[in-house]
């Protein structure tokens, strides 16, 4: 493989483990707590509709929509994605927004599970639900992040290959722990996948900008593929300096800062 495919297949592995991290969280408290068997029909629930997403929305996307208008669309919806992450990275980073407590999600969901009613029958309905949602959720953006990242790369096969080793590697540090995947940097993968997914998001909408010229071609970067790169790194020094302004002692009086802050929780 060449080192494209590596980085496809690296950009799809590092987005979609941090959406598994968190689904294997509802699961697990679902499993202990509950019904292990209802909480895993849930999730064979999910993955199956997931995959029919996936089929249905990819063929859509590459058969209707001409490249540049596909490059476009995926890029300016990567685009978005990548800003909202890094904006929550940025007000973590700063002290503005708590930082992502595995944990304290889990004991929240166990929480509920055991305040919950019991279900009659071999099927616990609460755990079958809760665990159906959590993964469908967090698999349709590992479904939009396969789909964007493989046609784009004209390689889903391999976006997919990234998708499946992230699940994989998630279940299987889950299954060898046996608790809540919080000693894994979460905000710190949340922070790169931003940066990948603006970075990504920005190069192929310009590229995408394309459709509006006559021939509807197209455009090139310069340095191709290189350019990513450079973009990745001005989106890091763009964040930092946002991170550094957010954390400037504020000069305001606390009745103006008051709904700032109520705004930005």
Same mark, same amino acid.
């Given at each position: 493989?060449?080192?494209?495919?590596?980085?496809?297949?690296?950009?799809?592995?590092?987005?979609?483990?941090?959406?598994?991290?968190?689904?294997?969280?509802?699961?697990?408290?679902?499993?202990?707590?509950?019904?292990?068997?209802? !909480?895993?029909?849930?999730? @064979? +629930?999910?993955?199956?509709?997931? *995959?029919? %997403?996936?089929?249905?929305? #990819?063929? /859509?996307?590459?058969?209707?929509?001409?490249?540049?208008?596909?490059?476009?669309?995926?890029?300016?919806?990567?685009?978005?994605?990548?800003?909202?992450?890094?904006?929550?990275?940025?007000?973590?980073?700063?002290?503005?927004?708590?930082?992502?407590?595995?944990?304290?999600?889990?004991?929240?969901?166990?929480?509920?599970?055991?305040?919950?009613?019991?279900?009659?029958?071999?099927?616990?309905?609460?755990?079958?639900?809760?665990?159906?949602?959590?993964?469908?959720?967090?698999?349709?953006?590992?479904?939009?992040?396969?789909?964007?990242?493989?046609?784009? !790369?004209?390689?889903?096969? @391999? +976006?997919?290959?990234?998708?499946? *080793?992230? %699940?994989?590697?998630?279940? #299987?540090? /889950?299954?060898?722990?046996?608790?809540?995947?919080?000693?894994?940097?979460?905000?710190?993968?949340?922070?790169?996948?931003?940066?990948?997914?603006?970075?990504?998001?920005?190069?192929?909408?310009?590229?995408?900008?394309?459709?509006?010229?006559?021939?509807?071609?197209?455009?090139?970067?310069?340095?191709?593929?290189?350019?990513?790169?450079?973009?990745?790194?001005?989106?890091?020094?763009?964040?930092?300096?946002?991170?550094?302004?957010?954390?400037?002692?504020?000069?305001?009086?606390?009745?103006?800062?008051?709904?700032?802050?109520?705004?930005?929780?």
């Amino acid at each position: 493989m060449d080192a494209a495919t590596w980085g496809l297949i690296t950009a799809t592995f590092v987005a979609c483990f941090v959406e598994m991290v968190e689904a294997t969280t509802i699961v697990m408290a679902m499993g202990y707590t509950r019904s292990w068997r209802s !909480a895993l029909t849930g999730v @064979a +629930a999910a993955l199956a509709v997931l *995959a029919v %997403v996936t089929s249905i929305a #990819g063929y /859509a996307l590459g058969r209707w929509f001409p490249e540049a208008a596909l490059q476009l669309v995926i890029g300016g919806l990567l685009l978005i994605f990548g800003l909202q992450w890094l904006r929550k990275a940025i007000l973590r980073s700063s002290g503005r927004k708590a930082v992502h407590d595995e944990d304290a999600i889990y004991r929240e969901e166990v929480e509920a599970a055991k305040s919950a009613g019991h279900s009659a029958g071999r099927l616990d309905m609460f755990s079958f639900m809760v665990s159906f949602k959590g993964v469908f959720l967090e698999g349709m953006e590992v479904v939009f992040i396969v789909i964007t990242f493989g046609l784009n !790369a004209d390689n889903v096969p @391999a +976006a997919s290959v990234g998708a499946a *080793a992230a %699940v994989v590697i998630v279940l #299987g540090i /889950a299954f060898a722990v046996r608790r809540p995947l919080s000693m894994i940097d979460e905000n710190l993968l949340k922070y790169g996948v931003g940066l990948l997914l603006a970075s990504f998001g920005t190069y192929w909408a310009v590229e995408g900008i394309g459709i509006f010229r006559a021939g509807q071609e197209s455009l090139e970067w310069p340095g191709h593929d290189v350019a990513i790169l450079g973009l990745l790194i001005v989106w890091f020094l763009l964040s930092r300096v946002f991170v550094s302004a957010l954390r400037t002692p504020r000069t305001s009086t606390p009745a103006l800062a008051g709904p700032f802050e109520e705004n930005v929780r």
